[in-house]
C-alpha cells in the first residue's frame, strides 16, 4: 500500500505503475491458495451437479458460493445457515406478494418499486450480508419471471426452481467449508494480527542488527500493507462475539494495520541506524514480541512504558511506532480475561439481524433511495424497449455491486467497467466464438469453468482496491454460459447477457457514482468529522435518567462509532486511486487522519470503560463530589471533541480552555475525598477511575494539538 500511495504521490507514468499494482495485489499471501480452492471447488460442484440433473437458473448458484463469507470455516458456515432461511423467506415472499398484484398492472408496477427499496434496505441494514444478498436474488431473477406473459403456474415453478439453485448454491458451500473446518483450526481474528506483528517484528529485528532488511520481509511487510485490515473488520461485525470483544478488537485491528503501514513506509526509506535508534528498534522488537505471544495466548498485556534510554529516535516513523505500540494494551481497558471476552456478551443484547442503527441512521436511507432508483431505472428501460431478455442480468448486477458502491469513486467505476470488459466481451463472448465451439462433453466444459473461476478467485481475494474486479467477472461468466444446457450456436443469448450486465452497470454509476456523489476525500473528511460529533455526543451520555433509554441510545452510538470509523478507512482506501488537482493534498490529509485514527478509537474505548461510572453501575458507583467532577470533565471533553470537528470543518472554534482545568479538578477532587476516606476499598476503584480519565485526558490533547497544528499549515 505503501508503495502506491508513494507512485501515486510521485505521479508515475501511467503503465509501470499498473504493472507494479498488479503485481502488489495478485502476489500471493498465508492462506490466498487455500481460500481459491474451496471458491473454486464449491463452484465447480454447483455447475456440475446443475447441468448433471438440468437444474434451470445454475447461473445463481454459482454466483451465489461467492456471495457466502469465506472470512473462516465458521463464518462461512454461520452465513450458510442464515442463507437458507431467507431462501425460504424470499420464496414466499415473491409467491405470497404476486399473487396479489400479477392482475393489476399499476400495483404490480408498485410492487416491483416496492420490492427494490425493501432489498437495498436489506442490503444496507443487515448484519449478515450473505443472507441479504440470497432475498436480493431472489428479487432480481423473480421480478422478470414474473413480468412473462406466461401462466401462473409457469411462473411459480420457474420461482420454485430458482429457490432449488440458490439453494444448491448455499449447500455445497457450506459443504466444502465443512470439508476443510478441521485443516484450519485457530482463531479467525487473532492468527491474522499475529502474522502481521510476527512481519513487523521481522523487519524490525532485521534494523537492529544492522542489515539490510531481505526482499521477502520487504515483501511480507508490503502485500500486509496492500491487504489491509478489510476483511478482518468485517469478520468482526458478522462475527458472533460479544460487543465489549469486537469493539476492544476493532480497535487492535486498527493499530496493527497502522504499525503495519507505518512498518511498509519504513521499509522503503534508506537510512543508518544510530546507537539510540538501535536501542529503540530492539526495544520495539521485544515488545511486539510479549504482545503477540499475550494475544495468542488469550492474555491481557501489561501497560507499555519505554525506558528512557529507549525513547529517542532520529528517524520520526519510529517515534511514531512507538506510540502506536504503546497503546496496544489499551484497548483492552478492563480486568477481564480475553477469554471470557469471548463467551460473555455483558453489555448489550446481540442483534443478529439488523445493525443497531438500522432504523434511526439515515445513511441506509439513502442507500436503499439509491439503489431502488437504478434497480427501477433497469425495469423501466428493459421494458420500454422491450427487451425482456436483459431483465434478470441488469437486476442482479444491480443488486450484487450494491455494496461495492458504498463511497463511490472513480476507483470503482474504473474497476466496474474494466471488469465488464474483461468478463462480458474478452472472457463471456470470447469463449463462446473460439473455445466453446471446441469443447464436445462436460469434462473439457468443467475444465475451462475451473480454469476462468480460478483467475476470478485470485482477482476476488485482492485487497478491496481490486477484489471486486474479479466478482464482476464471475458473474458476467456465469450469467453467459449457465443457462442453458446445450451448445450455443447464435451469439444473441450472450449479447442479451452482456447488454443486461452493461444497462446494470450504467444505472448504478449513475445513482452512485454521479447523483449526488461528493469526492472521496471530502467524504473522507466529512465521516471524519461526523465521527468527532458522534464522540462527542458520547461523552455526554447518558442524558436520560431512565436507565434502560440511556443503554439503548448509548449502544445505539457505539454502534454508530463504530461503523464511522470502518467507513473512514475504506474511504481513505479509495483515496489512493483518486485523481485530479487536488491529489496531492487530499493524500496527506489522508495520512494524517489515518495518523489520527488508531488514538481515536482508542480514546473511544476508554470512553466506553469510563460510561459505566458515569450511569453508576452496580460495583461502578462514584461517590457525589467525584461524580459532579467526572460530569464536568465530559462536558469539556465533548466541547474539546466538537472544537476539532470545527476546526476541521474549516471553522474558527476554541473550546479547549476548560478542558485542562477540568481535569485538574476531576482530579484534585478525587485525592480531596480518598485523602478523607478510611475504607481501603474505595482508593483502588478510585486510583483505576483516575487512569482511565488521564488516558483520556491524554490522548485528547495529543490529538487536539495535532490537529490545530494540521490546520495552521493548511
Known sequence: MTTVAQSLHESPRPVPWVLQFLKEELASYPGRAGTVTRMVLAATLVMIICMTFRIPYAFEGAIYTFIVSRESPRATLQSAGASFLFIGIGAAYVLISAEFVITVPILHFLWVIGSFFLTFYALGAMTNYSAASTFAIMIAVAVPIWDRHLSAETNVEDTLWLTLAVSVGAMVAAAVELTFVRGNPGDDIVLPIAERLSAVEGLLACYADDCPPDDASKNKITRFGMLGTSSLRRLLRRSEYSAQYKMQMSGVV??????????????????????????????????????RTDLMNRRLSSPIHFDSDHAFSHVPLLIEMQSIVSLLPQAFTESESMKVQLSLSRDMPQSKLMHQDAFVNPEHLKFALRGCLAASGCYIIYNAIAWPAIGAPAMATCLLTAVSTVGASRQRQIVRFAAFVVGGFLIGIGSEMFILPHLDSIAGFTIFFIFVIALASWFMTSSPRLSYFGFQIVVVFCLINLQEFTRQTSLAAARDRVAGVGLGLCMMWLAFDHLWSTPVAAEMTGTFISTLRLLAQFSREPLSKDLRVAAERTFSLRETINSTFDEVRALADAVLLETGPSRRQDLALRNQILRWQPRLRVLFITRVALWRYRIRIPGFELPAPVAAAQQEFDEHLADVLDGMADR????????????????????????????????????????????????????????????????QTL
Do not use: W
Request: charged letters at 25%; zero cysteines; glycine letters at 8%.
Open 254 to 291: 486498527a493499530l496493527v494495520g497502522r504499525l503495519v503501514d507505518i512498518t511498509a513506509a519504513l521499509s522503503e526509506l534508506s537510512f543508518e541506524p544510530t546507537d539510540s535508534d538501535t536501542k529503540l528498534l530492539r526495544a520495539l522488537g521485544s515488545t511486539i514480541e510479549i504482545i
Open 648 to 711: 476541521m470543518s474549516g471553522k474558527t472554534s476554541d473550546r479547549r480552555n476548560g478542558f485542562r482545568s477540568s481535569v485538574a479538578g476531576l482530579e484534585k477532587t478525587i485525592r480531596t475525598y480518598d485523602s478523607g476516606n478510611s475504607q481501603r476499598a474505595l482508593p483502588a476503584q478510585l486510583g483505576g477511575f483516575l487512569s482511565l480519565s488521564r488516558k483520556i485526558a491524554s490522548l485528547t490533547i495529543s490529538l487536539d494539538n495535532d490537529m490545530s497544528v494540521h490546520r
